[in-house]
C-alpha cells in the first residue's frame, strides 16, 4: 500500500492530462476556416455519412449490450455487469470522438495543402492524434476506475469483454462498409469507365470516402482500444497473483508513462516545406518509443529494486516497432515483393493474385519469430507475468502509433475532397504525398495491432488458465483435441463469413453505379449529380446486417465449447484459434497491403501506368485484397481476443 496509495492521483492525472489533449487539439481544429464552399459542402457530407452510420450501428449494438448485461448481471453478478457495459460505452465513445473529429480535419486538410505541406501535415496529424490520446485517456481512466470501484480483478475482465464486442463489430461492420465501396468504385469506375479514383462523376466515391473513415478510424480506434485495455487487465490480474500490489499497479504506470511518452513525441512531428513528412512521423514514433523506454527503467528500478521486469518491457516495444518495420517491407513499394507483384501483373490477373498470396504467406514467418522471441524474453525476466508486461509494453506507446495510423485516412479523404473540389494539382501533389506517407503510418500501426493481438491473446490464455486451474493442456485428450480443431477452423470460417460479405455488398455497390452510370444522362460529361445517397445507404445496410452472424460466432461458440466439453476442450479451442488467427491475420494484412500498393505503384507510371492491362490486373488483385486487408484481417486480430476474454469471464462455469 506504501506505494499504490501516492500513485492513484498519478495515474488518473495523466490519463486526464491526455483527455485534455484530445479536446484542446479538437478546438484547435474546429477553427481553423476553411475558405472554399466546395470543400465545406463535400466535408459535411462525408461527415453526415459517417455519423449516420456510427448513431445506425450503435443503435444496433444497444441491443447486444443489453443482452450481454443481463445475463452477466444474473449469472455473474452486478460488478461484472456494470464493468461490460461501462466497456462497451468507452470503446463506443472513442470510435465517436475520433470520427468526429477525423471527418472534421479532413477538409481542412485539403483546404491547408493550398498553404504548403507542413500546414497540412499538421492538421492531419492532430486530427488522428485526437483518436490516439482519446484512445490511451478513456482506456486507462475507465480500467482504473473499474479497479478502485470493485476492487475486483475478476470483475474488471468484464470491462475488456465489453470493449472487445463492440470492437468486433466496428471491425467488422466498418470493413464491410468500406470495401463494398471501394470495390464497387474501383470495378465499375477505373476498370469499366475508366475514371480516376475520387473522381466525383463516380456516384460510390462518397460511399468510399466515408469508408474510410468508420472502417480504418473507428474500427482501427476500437481494435486497438481493446488490445490496450486488455492486455493491462490481464497484467493487473497476472501481477497481483505474483507480486500482490505491485505486481498489480505497475501496468497502470506503465501507461501512464506511455501517455507523456506519446504527449512529449507529438512534438518531433515537424516537417519543413522542404522536408521529409515520413520521417516526421517516425521521429514522433521513435522518440516516443526512446522516452517510454527510459521511463520504464526508472519506475522499475524504482519499484522493484531491480531491473529484470524492465527487459520484459523493452522486449514487447522493441517487436512493435519491428513488426511493424516487418509489416512496412511486405507492403511498401520501396521494396520488392510490392514490386513482384506488380510486374506479375503484366501476364494477367491470375498470376497478379498468385504472387500476391505468396508474398503474404511468407511475410507471417518474421512477425512470428518476433513475437516468440518477445514471449521468451518477458518470461525470462518475469515468467508469466513478464510476458503480461511485455504485452504493455508494446501497446503502451499506443497514443502515438495510433496518431500517426489515424492520419492516413485523413489525408486519404483530403486527397479525394481535393481531387472532387477541383483544386489546383499542385494541391493534389500535396494531398497524395501525404497519403502515401498514410500508406506507411497504416503498415505500423496493423502491425501493433497484429502483435498486440497475440501477446495479449496469450496473457488473456494463461490468465483463464489459471481460473480454471489448468496448469497444461493435454493432447492425449480427444475433448482437447476436439477442441483444437474447432478453434483451428473458427478463423476460418469467420473470414470466409467477412469476405463473402463483402462480396455481396460489392455486388450490390456495383449494379447501383452501373444503373446511374446507364439511367442518369449527364454523368460522364460533369452536368448531372450522381445519386451518392443510395450508394451510402446500401454500404450502411449491409455492413449493419452482416456484421451479426460472424460477431455472435465469436461470443456463442466459445460457451458452447466450454460448458459442452468443459475447461480443458475450451482451453485447445482457444490455443487453435490463437495459433491459426494470428498467422491468417498477417497473411491477409500483408498480401491485401502489398496487391494495393502494387496498384498505385503501376499508376505512378510503371509497367504502362494507368489504363494499361497490367493497371487492369492490378486493380483486380486489390478489389481481392480489400476485404484481406480492411476486414478479416484486421477482425480476426479482435476474433482471437475477444473469444479469449469470454472464456476468461465465463470460467467459473466451466470449471
Not at 484547435?28 to 452510420?53: H, Q
Not at 473540389?421 to 502491425?447: F, H, Q, Y
Request: net charge neutral; glycine share 12%; charged share 15%.
Amino acid at each position: 500500500m506504501e506505494i499504490f496509495e501516492p500513485t492513484n492521483a498519478a495515474i488518473a492525472g495523466l490519463a486526464c492530462v491526455a483527455l485534455i489533449y484530445a479536446v484542446a487539439v479538437s478546438r484547435k481544429i474546429a477553427t481553423y476556416k476553411v475558405d472554399n464552399d466546395r470543400i465545406n459542402e463535400l466535408s459535411e457530407i462525408i461527415r453526415s455519412g459517417a455519423m449516420a452510420f456510427l448513431y445506425r450501428e450503435y443503435k444496433a449494438l444497444a441491443f447486444f449490450v443489453a443482452a450481454i448485461c443481463a445475463i452477466l448481471w444474473v449469472c455473474l453478478g452486478k460488478p461484472s455487469a456494470t464493468c461490460f457495459v461501462a466497456g462497451a460505452l468507452c470503446s463506443a465513445l472513442t470510435g465517436y470522438v475520433g470520427m468526429r473529429v477525423a471527418t472534421k480535419a479532413n477538409g481542412k486538410t485539403s483546404f491547408a495543402a493550398m498553404t504548403g505541406v507542413n500546414e497540412a501535415l499538421g492538421i492531419a496529424f492532430r486530427g488522428g492524434s485526437v483518436m490516439g490520446m482519446t484512445v490511451v485517456g478513456v482506456g486507462l481512466l475507465g480500467v482504473f476506475a473499474a479497479y478502485m470501484v470493485f476492487r475486483d480483478t475478476e470483475a474488471i475482465a468484464a470491462f475488456g469483454l465489453g470493449a472487445s464486442s463492440i470492437a468486433l463489430f466496428a471491425r467488422v461492420g466498418g470493413g464491410i462498409y468500406t470495401k463494398a465501396a471501394d470495390v464497387g468504385a474501383d470495378l465499375v469506375g477505373k476498370v469499366e469507365a475508366g475514371i480516376p479514383e475520387d473522381d466525383p462523376r463516380n456516384p460510390a466515391v462518397i460511399a468510399d470516402n466515408v469508408g474510410d473513415n468508420v472502417g480504418d478510424i473507428a474500427g482501427m480506434g476500437a481494435d486497438l482500444f481493446e488490445s490496450y485495455v486488455n492486455s493491462i487487465i490481464a497484467a493487473m490480474a497476472t501481477g497481483f497473483i505474483a507480486l500482490e500490489l505491485r505486481g498489480l499497479i505497475y501496468p497502470l504506470l506503465l501507461c501512464a508513462i506511455g501517455i507523456i511518452a506519446a504527449l512529449l513525441g507529438t512534438y518531433f512531428v515537424r516537417v519543413g516545406e522542404g522536408g521529409n513528412p515520413q520521417r516526421a512521423m517516425s521521429r514522433g514514433l521513435y522518440a516516443t518509443g526512446v522516452l517510454m523506454i527510459a521511463g520504464t527503467f526508472f519506475l522499475t528500478k524504482w519499484m522493484f529494486g531491480n531491473i529484470g521486469l524492465f527487459w520484459s518491457v523493452v522486449a514487447g516495444v522493441v517487436c512493435g516497432v519491428i513488426i511493424g518495420q516487418i509489416t512496412e517491407f511486405y507492403t511498401s513499394s520501396d521494396y520488392g515483393s510490392v514490386k513482384e507483384i506488380a510486374e506479375a501483373a503484366n501476364t494477367g490477373t491470375a498470376t497478379n493474385i498468385l504472387t500476391g498470396i505468396s508474398v503474404g504467406m511468407k511475410s507471417t514467418v518474421a512477425p512470428v519469430l518476433f513475437i516468440c522471441a518477445a514471449t521468451l524474453t518477458g518470461y525470462r525476466f518475469g515468467g508469466m507475468y513478464g510476458i503480461a508486461c511485455s504485452a504493455v509494453g508494446m501497446l503502451s506507446i499506443t497514443g502515438m502509433v495510433l496518431s500517426v495510423d489515424a492520419y492516413g485516412p485523413i489525408s486519404d479523404n483530403a486527397g479525394g475532397i481535393a481531387e472532387m473540389a477541383g483544386l489546383p494539382e499542385s494541391v493534389r501533389k500535396i494531398t497524395d504525398r501525404l497519403d502515401a506517407v498514410g500508406n506507411t503510418t497504416a503498415a505500423v500501426g496493423k502491425g501493433l495491432a497484429i502483435g498486440s493481438a497475440a501477446l495479449t491473446a496469450l496473457v488473456l490464455f494463461m490468465s483463464y488458465s489459471a481460473a480454471t486451474g489448468l496448469d497444461r493442456i493435454d493432447l492425449m485428450d480427444p475433448k482437447v483435441l476436439v477442441g483444437l480443431l474447432i478453434g483451428g477452423m473458427l478463423p476460418f470460417i469467420f473470414s470466409a463469413l467477412s469476405i463473402q460479405a463483402v462480396s455481396r455488398a460489392a455486388e450490390r455497390m456495383i449494379e447501383e453505379v452501373r444503373r446511374q452510370f446507364r439511367e442518369i444522362p449527364g454523368i460522364m460529361d460533369g452536368t448531372a449529380r450522381p445519386e451518392y445517397e443510395k450508394c451510402v445507404d446500401i454500404s450502411t445496410a449491409a455492413a449493419l446486417k452482416e456484421m451479426i452472424v460472424p460477431g455472435l460466432m465469436a461470443v456463442a461458440v466459445p460457451v458452447a465449447v466450454g460448458l459442452s466439453l468443459g475447461a480443458s476442450a475450451l482451453g485447445g479451442l482457444l490455443a487453435g484459434s490463437i495459433t491459426t488467427g494470428v498467422m491468417m491475420a498477417i497473411f491477409m494484412a500483408n498480401s491485401g497491403g502489398a496487391w494495393d500498393n502494387a496498384k498505385k505503384y503501376i499508376e505512378s507510371g510503371n509497367h504502362g501506368g494507368k489504363g494499361s492491362p497490367a493497371h487492369s490486373a492490378a486493380v483486380n488483385g486489390d478489389t481481392v485484397g480489400d476485404p484481406f486487408k480492411d476486414t478479416a484481417g484486421p477482425s480476426l486480430n479482435i476474433l482471437i481476443k475477444l473469444m479469449t476474454v469470454v472464456a476468461l469471464v465465463m470460467a467459473p462455469f466451466f470449471v
